[in-house]
């Protein structure tokens, strides 16, 4: 077993007056891949943005409970969230690159985070490209604008400006749901070789991706983690009933 | 009702076509680049508008400079920083919608109290020993007060573009760490350029035509020289054509130039105007 990555607490949110996460408590392991599934609404993006304090731009959201990164609580007040975001990077739904070059979206957090030598830059956009996969495909447009590629070449340059930033964690947010099925594929091939380094949770409609790539599953429904375990177990000898009936398409 | 929509429409083109066909007709025989490039003379019944054109030129830029950042650090609060429910972001809306229903002679109005009387006044008290240099009508007065009259058209355009860059990007450098005010400057406000762009030029085009807000706070009827200082005085080619069509000493000889002088303006507001335009639809495009 590995050791533990993130652990949350009795980790509840609310928009307002409306409870969305409903004391949640989970161990996620590390540099494995974490799946998590369950129907619309039912809070695992919700869930996901709490690791990295994105649902903190939300002015209703109100959290209580722990969310515990390597052993800290990242909501403790001395933690400042800017930081948090460099160790826990994110990659959406939809792929969103800056209108700027395949260069500039890399060099984008480095920069930020001080980094203006041209010779460090290049090394780390060439090496955060290779990782991700691409580097094959843009090496000789490096300066040419991001939007000009295809929506699963977008997506990877956006897992590549992640790594770039070098994280511990990565979360996922149905990085592959708006892809064709190739891309989709190259994106999960991605994921699994990139476990060997990161911690990562991803959130996913598609059960079969969840079965694909990952190591453990969290199924949520109604704000609440139902079951959580091995991705194995869960998808052949679920313990709850409501598990059993997501995955086999009864509901949902 | 039909025949009612009808004749609306053709009333209202036929009052444009009029109004451009005469100002062209009267004007086009006058407008030359020597017209444009040259003094008035013969008390001003012979002659160019240069002067007129320079001091508008350099009212606007003045003008512009002032409102451009003011207008834009605004729209950022009000779109990236107050909570839209909150008293002061109310508040300063608001002001905002206020400040462009007020009559412009108003804004003239207030220029000479509060920048004339009030700041000049004070400068000279306490730097030049109550000597008068700032407290008379002069080009910055007269650009800060026209900048406090296009204000509302800079706010609302850049907090346009600034709200039409998409929530994704935003999220998108937070997620890498940046601060609030990183990815303002280095992804909202870039992303928003072509809105401030907009902005700048509708603003400079209301101020080009306005006459009112300079009348006491700047414009002369006529000087031999270029303003050279921020507390010279300036023509400009509104007023100018107020001064010309009602106390030349000869109102129907100097006909031919009010009409060129109209013209101008024209072509002037009409050409900037249609840069926004364009500017603004390839904006909406792009998003």
Same mark, same amino acid.
């Given at each position: 077993m590995k050791e533990t990555k993130i652990k949350t607490r009795n980790l509840s949110l609310y928009y307002g007056s409306k409870m969305a996460l409903n004391s949640i408590s989970m161990d996620i392991p590390e540099k494995q891949v974490t799946a998590l599934i369950g129907p619309s609404g039912c809070g695992k993006s919700t869930f996901l943005r709490t690791l990295n304090r994105m649902n903190d731009l939300i002015p209703s959201v109100r959290i209580t409970g722990e969310v515990l990164v390597d052993g800290f609580n990242i909501y403790d007040k001395n933690v400042d969230?800017? $930081?948090?975001?460099?160790?826990?990077?994110?990659?959406?739904?939809?792929?969103?690159?800056?209108?700027?070059?395949?260069?500039? $979206?890399?060099?984008?957090?480095?920069?930020?985070?001080?980094?203006?030598?041209?010779?460090?830059?290049?090394?780390?956009?060439?090496?955060?490209?290779?990782?991700?996969?691409?580097?094959?495909?843009?090496?000789?447009?490096?300066?040419?604008?991001?939007?000009?590629?295809?929506?699963?070449?977008?997506?990877?340059?956006?897992?590549?400006?992640?790594?770039?930033?070098?994280?511990?964690?990565?979360?996922?947010?149905?990085?592959?749901?708006?892809?064709?099925?190739?891309?989709?594929?190259?994106?999960?091939?991605?994921?699994?070789?990139?476990?060997? $380094?990161?911690?990562?949770?991803?959130?996913?409609?598609?059960?079969?991706?969840?079965?694909?790539?990952?190591? $453990?599953?969290?199924?949520?429904?109604?704000?609440?983690?139902?079951?959580?375990?091995?991705?194995?177990?869960?998808?052949?000898?679920?313990?709850?009933?409501?598990?059993?009936?997501?995955?086999?398409?009864?509901?949902? | 009702m039909m025949g009612a929509t009808g004749l609306s429409v053709v009333l209202i083109i036929a009052v444009i076509v009029i109004m451009l066909v005469v100002i062209v007709i009267g004007g086009k025989d006058t407008i030359s680049w020597k017209f444009l490039t040259t003094f008035p003379k013969d008390g001003m019944t012979k002659g160019g508008i240069f002067p007129a054109l320079y001091g508008t030129a350099l009212m606007v830029i003045i003008m512009s400079v002032a409102a451009v950042p003011f207008g834009a650090i605004t729209a950022l609060y009000l779109t990236e920083y107050a909570r839209e429910s909150s008293w002061m972001a109310k508040t300063v809306q608001f002001a905002v919608r206020t400040l462009s229903m007020v009559p412009s002679i108003i804004f003239g109005l207030f220029g000479l109290g509060f920048f004339i009387k009030f700041v000049g006044g004070g400068m000279d008290k306490v730097f030049f020993g109550g000597q008068l240099i700032w407290a008379q009508p002069n080009i910055l007065w007269a650009s800060l007060t026209m900048a406090l009259l296009t204000l509302p058209v800079v706010i609302v355009s850049v907090e346009e573009s600034i709200r039409a860059v998409p929530r994704d990007l935003r999220d998108a450098s937070l997620a890498l760490g940046a601060t609030k005010w990183q990815t303002i400057r280095k992804v909202v406000l870039p992303g928003a350029r072509s809105g401030i762009l907009t902005g700048t030029i509708l603003a400079i085009s209301r101020g080009a035509g306005e006459v009112a807000p300079i009348l006491f706070t700047g414009a002369a009827y006529y000087l031999a020289t270029l303003p050279h200082s921020l507390s010279d005085q300036f023509m400009s080619l509104g007023y100018h054509i107020y001064i010309m069509s009602t106390q030349s000493v000869n109102v129907d000889q100097t006909l031919p130039i009010q009409f060129a002088t109209t013209l101008v303006l024209l072509l002037l507001t009409f050409t900037l105007n249609f840069v926004a335009v364009l500017i603004r639809s390839k904006l909406r495009r792009s998003h």
């Open positions: 969230a800017v $930081n948090l975001r460099k160790k826990v990077g994110m990659v959406f739904q939809k792929s969103n690159p800056f209108a700027k070059s395949i260069f500039e $979206n890399v060099a984008y957090g480095p920069k930020i985070n001080g980094i203006h030598d041209k010779k460090k830059l290049k090394e780390i956009v060439e090496g955060s490209l290779q990782r991700a996969a691409i580097w094959e495909e843009v090496k000789d447009r490096l300066h040419d604008s991001a939007l000009g590629l295809s929506g699963g070449q977008q997506q990877r340059l956006c897992i590549a400006r992640t790594l770039a930033v070098d994280p511990e964690i990565i979360l996922m947010d149905e990085p592959a749901s708006a892809l064709d099925p190739i891309s989709t594929s190259k994106i999960e091939e991605l994921i699994f070789k990139l476990k060997v $380094n990161y911690t990562i949770i991803i959130v996913t409609h598609n059960m079969q991706q969840a079965a694909r790539v990952s190591d $453990n599953t969290g199924f949520f429904y109604l704000g609440e983690l139902i079951e959580f375990g091995k991705t194995k177990k869960i998808f052949t000898v679920p313990e709850k009933k409501q598990t059993e009936d997501y995955i086999t398409g009864r509901f949902g | -």
